[in-house]
T-cell receptor, first 114, second 111 residues
Framework: EPEVTQTPSHQVTQMGQEVILRCVPI?????FYWYRQILGQKVEFLVS????????KSEIFDDQFSVERPDGSNFTLKIRSTKLEDSAMYFC????????????FGPGTRLTVT | DAKTTQPPSMDCAEGRAANLPCNHS???????VYWYRQIHSQGPQYIIH???NNETNEMASLIITEDRKSSTLILPHATLRDTAVYYC????????????FGPGTRLSVLP
């Protein structure tokens, strides 16, 4: 069964550094998403992406965040200057265009900012 | 999107049916009920969704009341691997819309 994959599984970085989290969505999916989950808290939506542009973004997704689909398979989330409060699990999700509209989530990247 | 209310936690004996309730009294006519689960910090996993008819798939059954103000997710024979946080989400089926996750119900399947 096709799966969303994410790398790395765990990323440790120092405050102020840039990080790039990578995702490979399911191959025939056209909508892509990033969510995050701070330890012990809810899963929160960050951004959705379709047709090479952002469709929606939350207030969390400020100017230090960016997303990109650099090629036909990868979908990335960049945090330009990490803060301690960016420490969280980051989940990538994808869905098919049209119906059904369920989103399929990857296993996540645990980001630790020290 | 309509708000949902779920109990914070439930226990279920292994092998028995787990019935997880969800209240969504403000649901509108074009909003669907979706269920996801999250097993120990893994990515959320889609389970099932429905509009007004009961639905069943290989994972679970979804029972929606006639007035659509509440629903129940049924895991017919719970196993230890079903221990997870279960999220009931109500939303329209639109093209790009994200899912809004609440605190969910933490289901513990006990041996």
């Amino acid at each position: 069964e096709p799966e969303v994959t994410q790398t790395p599984s765990h990323q440790v970085t120092q405050m102020g550094q840039e990080v790039i989290l990578r995702c490979v969505p399911i191959s025939n999916h056209l909508y892509f998403y990033w969510y995050r989950q701070i330890l012990g808290q809810k899963v929160e939506f960050l951004v959705s992406f379709y047709n090479n542009e952002i469709s929606e973004k939350s207030e969390i997704f400020d100017d230090q965040f960016s997303v990109e689909r650099p090629d036909g398979s990868n979908f990335t989330l960049k945090i330009r200057s990490t803060k301690l409060e960016d420490s969280a699990m980051y989940f990538c999700a994808s869905r098919y265009s049209g119906q059904p509209d369920e989103q399929y989530f990857g296993p996540g990247t645990r980001l630790t900012v020290t | 999107d309509a708000k949902t209310t779920q109990p914070p936690s439930m226990d279920c004996a292994e092998g028995r049916a787990a019935n997880l309730p969800c209240n969504h009294s403000t649901i509108s006519g074009n909003e669907y009920v979706y269920w996801y689960r999250q097993i120990h910090s893994q990515g959320p996993q889609y389970i099932i969704h429905g509009l007004k008819n009961n639905e069943t798939n290989e994972m679970a059954s979804l029972i929606i009341t006639e007035d659509r103000k509440s629903s129940t997710l049924i895991l017919p024979h719970a196993t230890l691997r079903d221990t997870a946080v279960y999220y009931c989400i109500v939303r329209e089926r639109t093209m790009a819309q994200n899912f809004v996750f609440g605190p969910g119900t933490r289901l513990s399947v006990l041996p």
